[in-house]
C-alpha cells in the first residue's frame, strides 16, 4: 500500500505550518528535500521561500499537478485542500497523526483517493526507498 506513495520522482506537497522548524510541517518537507525526493511546501498563512524551500498558499498555485498531498495540518483545514485535490485531480493523499478525521476518510473514499490516514509516519517510510 505505502509503496504507491513513495516515489523519488513524485512531487510531494506538504500543507502544513513550514515556516516554523519546530512543527512537523517544516520537518517533513525538509527532510523529503533532505532524502532526495521533489517536495514543496504548501502553508495557507505564507508564501514564499524558507530556507530553499519553495512554498505555496494554495494549491492552484502550482504549475505541475503533485502526485500526493501530505496533510500536516488540522482535519478542517486538511478537508478544504481535499476538495481542492479533488478539483485537480491529485489521488494520493497521507495524512500524518492528527491531520485525519471521518470526514477526509469519507471524502476520500467518495472520490476514490488513495489514502493513508492510519497514522504511519512518512519520514519514516521514505527513508527507506533507495
Request: glycine share 6%; with cysteine; proline share 2%.
Amino acid at each position: 500500500m505505502y509503496s504507491a506513495f513513495l516515489n523519488k520522482n513524485y512531487l510531494y506537497v506538504v500543507a502544513g505550518n513550514i515556516h516554523d522548524k519546530q512543527k512537523y510541517g517544516y520537518i517533513i518537507l525538509n527532510d523529503l528535500l533532505t532524502q532526495g525526493y521533489k517536495a514543496v511546501g504548501l502553508d495557507i498563512n505564507y508564501k514564499n521561500e524558507q530556507e530553499g524551500m519553495v512554498v505555496y498558499k494554495d494549491l492552484s498555485e502550482l504549475k505541475i499537478k503533485p502526485d500526493v498531498l501530505v496533510l500536516v495540518i488540522k482535519p478542517e483545514i486538511g478537508n478544504s485542500l481535499l476538495r481542492q485535490a479533488v478539483d485537480l485531480k491529485i489521488d494520493k493523499i497521507w495524512c500524518q497523526v492528527g491531520a485525519f478525521d471521518e470526514a477526509i476518510k469519507r471524502t476520500a473514499a467518495d472520490y476514490n483517493i488513495n489514502l493513508v490516514a492510519d497514522g504511519s509516519c512518512l519520514m519514516v517510510l521514505a527513508r527507506q526507498v533507495k
